[in-house]
C-alpha cells in the first residue's frame, strides 16, 4: 500500500487567492507528479521532479508551480487562484530509476485535493 | 490522434461474465504499461503492470500485451458489481521517463 497524503482534501477559496497544496511520501521516491483532471475527464500530467531541486513542466500548461527541497516532499501553489482552477488535483510518486532510463515504475497516488475557487 | 487511446464506454456486463478493455497507443518506443482503477471521485490505483509480449495473469485480472499491434489490453473475470468504475491504461512516453494516461473506459457491471 502507497504511502502518499495530500492536504487538504477538500478546499474552496475566492479569487485571488495563493493557495498550496501538500503532498508528501514516505516511501522515499525519487519521482513525484501533480496531475490535474477534471470530472470525467482524463488524466492532465501539469508538474514533475526527478528529485530534489529537480522540477519541469508537464504536458498541460498550468499556471501553478512547484518545489522540491526535499525528497518526501512536492508541494504546488497557485500564487492567485482563479475559478478555472477549479479541478481536482492528484499527486504520485515512483520509486524510478536513473533519468532517461527505460522503464518507469509504479506511480502510486495520493487520495487528491479537490479545489473550488469561487 | 491521442497518444492512448480507449473506448469511454460504458461498457455493461453481467455478474459473472468475461469484462474485456481494450486500448491501444502510438508511441513505438513504449515499454511499460499500466491498468488502473479509478472509482469515482476516488484516486487511480494500480491494478496492474506489464512490460513483456503475451498475457500477465493476477487473481481474476489478466493483462495481455501486443507491441507489434501496439495494443493492450484488460480482462476482468468473474466481474462483480464492485468492479464499477473507470479503468484507466497508462503508457510510459519519452524515454520512460512519463505516463501518458488514456480518458478511461467506465465499466458497469450489473447484479
Known amino acids: 500500500e502507497a504511502d502518499i497524503y495530500q492536504t487538504p482534501r477538500y478546499l474552496v477559496i475566492g479569487t485571488g487567492k495563493k493557495i498550496t497544496l501538500e503532498c508528501s511520501q514516505t516511501?522515499?521516491?525519487?519521482?513525484m507528479y501533480w496531475y490535474q483532471q477534471d470530472p470525467g475527464m482524463e488524466l492532465h500530467l501539469i508538474h514533475y521532479?526527478?528529485?530534489?531541486?529537480?522540477?519541469e513542466k508537464g504536458d498541460l500548461s498550468s499556471e501553478s508551480t512547484v518545489s522540491r527541497i526535499r525528497t518526501e516532499h512536492f508541494p504546488l501553489t497557485l500564487e492567485s487562484a482563479r475559478p478555472s482552477h477549479t479541478s481536482q488535483y492528484l499527486c504520485?510518486?515512483?520509486?524510478?530509476?536513473?533519468?532517461?532510463?527505460?522503464?518507469?515504475?509504479?506511480?502510486?497516488f495520493g487520495p487528491g485535493t479537490r479545489l473550488l475557487v469561487l | 490522434q491521442k497518444e492512448v487511446e480507449q473506448n469511454s464506454g460504458p461498457l455493461s456486463v453481467p455478474e459473472g461474465a468475461i469484462a474485456s478493455l481494450n486500448c491501444t497507443y502510438s508511441?513505438?518506443?513504449?515499454?511499460?504499461f499500466f491498468w488502473y482503477r479509478q472509482y469515482s471521485g476516488k484516486s487511480p490505483e494500480l491494478i496492474m503492470s506489464?512490460?513483456?509480449?503475451g498475457d500477465k495473469e493476477d487473481g481474476r485480472f489478466t493483462a495481455q500485451l501486443n507491441k507489434a499491434s501496439q495494443y493492450v489490453s484488460l480482462l476482468i473475470r468473474d466481474s462483480q458489481p464492485s468492479d464499477s468504475a473507470t479503468y484507466l491504461c497508462?503508457?510510459?512516453?519519452?524515454?520512460?521517463?512519463?505516463?501518458?494516461f488514456g480518458a478511461g473506459t467506465i465499466l458497469r457491471v450489473k447484479s
Open positions: 521532479s526527478y528529485g530534489v531541486n529537480s522540477t
Open positions: 516511501m522515499g521516491h525519487d519521482k
Open positions: 497508462a503508457v510510459t512516453a519519452e524515454y520512460g521517463n512519463k505516463l501518458v
Open positions: 508511441d513505438r518506443g513504449s515499454q511499460s
Open positions: 506489464i512490460y513483456s509480449n
Open positions: 504520485a510518486s515512483s520509486e524510478g530509476g536513473p533519468q532517461g532510463g527505460d522503464l518507469e515504475e509504479t506511480q502510486y
